[in-house]
C-alpha cells in the first residue's frame, strides 16, 4: 500500500506566491522524512485554488530535493500541453531521478485556460483520446507519428527515452464513464478525486473494473485521494479544518472561469468543507488511521494520496504531516500488511 501527500499549493488568503510556493517545498521535503511513498503536485493557471502552473516543472526541482521518495504530477493538463512535449518531460525526469517520477494526466476542463493557450473547446471536448495515445506513445520511447484529427507529423522518437521499462508510471484522473473506459483500454489506473466520498469512488471503480476485464485486463486498484487531517481529537481536527478551509476554497473555487460562458454548479465552500470532514480522515491519530483503511477497503484502493494542506499555515501543514507519518501511516500500513 502506497501512501502519499497531495500539494495543491493552496493560496489561502494573506499570503503571497513567494510564501505558498516555498512552503510547498517544504511540505515536500517534510513528507519524505515522515515516511511517505509519494508527493503529488496538482496544476492549475490563473487561480488562487493552486499556484503552481506546471506540475511537471515543480516535480523536477522537488526530485532535485530529495532522495527516496517519488514525485508525481495530479495532474498534468493534458488538455492544454502538447502530449509529445509532455512525454518528453516525462522521460527526461525519469531518467535523472532513477525512475522516482510518476505522471498523472487529466481532461481538465472547460477553462479560460484553453483559450490562453490556444488549444480550444475541440481539443478539449474531442482531441483527449489522440492526445493520451501520442503521450503514451511518447513515453514509452517508441518511434511514432501522427495522422491523426488534431495532430500531425512524421515519424518522430522521443530521446532521451525513459529508463523505467516498459514505460514510467503514468495514471489517469478519471470523472466519467468515458475516460474510466479510456484508462481500461489503455491499461491505466484511474485517480479518484477527494471530491467524492469513499462510496462514490467505490462506485466509479466498479465501473473500471468491469471496463478492463472487457478490455483483457486484470484491473489495477485504483489511487483515491482523501483530505487528512489529524489533531488530538476529533473536534479540534474539525474545527481547524473548518475555520480554514472555506477561506480558501471560496475564492479559490471561483478562479474556475468556463472559455465559452457556459454555467457551472457553484460548491458552497462551507458545505463542502463539512462535507470532506465528514467523509474522509479528519479526526484524531487512531480516528484517522480507520477511515483511511476503510476507505481502502470500500475502494479496493492499491493507492491513496493526502492532501495535508487543510489548516492552511505553513506550521500547521509542517505539523499535520509530521503526525500522519508517525501517528496514523504506521497504523494504516499495519491494518492493511
Known sequence: MRIGVLLLAAQFPGRDHTDVLDSTVAAAVAAEEAGFDDVWLAEHHFMSYGVCPSAATLAGYLLGLTGRISVGTAVSVLSTAHPVALAEQAALLDQVSGGRFRLGVGRGGPWVDLEVFGTGMDRYERGFEESLELLLAGVSGAPMRADGATFGFREVRVVPPPRTRPRPDVVLAAESEASLRLAADNNLPV?????????????????????????????????????????????????????????????????????????RPRRDPHGYARFLCDTHAVGAPADCAARLVEQVRTTGAAEVMLMVEAAGERRAVLDNIARLGAEVLPAVRAALA
Open 191 to 263: 485517480l479518484l478525486g477527494m471530491h467524492r466520498s469513499p462510496r462514490e469512488q467505490a462506485e466509479l471503480a466498479a465501473v473500471y473494473d468491469k471496463a478492463a476485464r472487457e478490455a483483457g485486463h486484470e484491473p489495477p486498484g485504483p489511487l483515491v485521494a482523501s483530505l487528512a487531517h489529524v489533531a488530538d481529537s476529533g473536534e479540534d481536527a474539525r474545527a481547524a479544518v473548518l475555520a480554514a478551509l472555506p477561506r480558501w476554497l471560496e475564492p479559490g473555487l471561483a478562479g474556475y472561469v468556463p472559455v465559452d460562458g457556459r454555467p
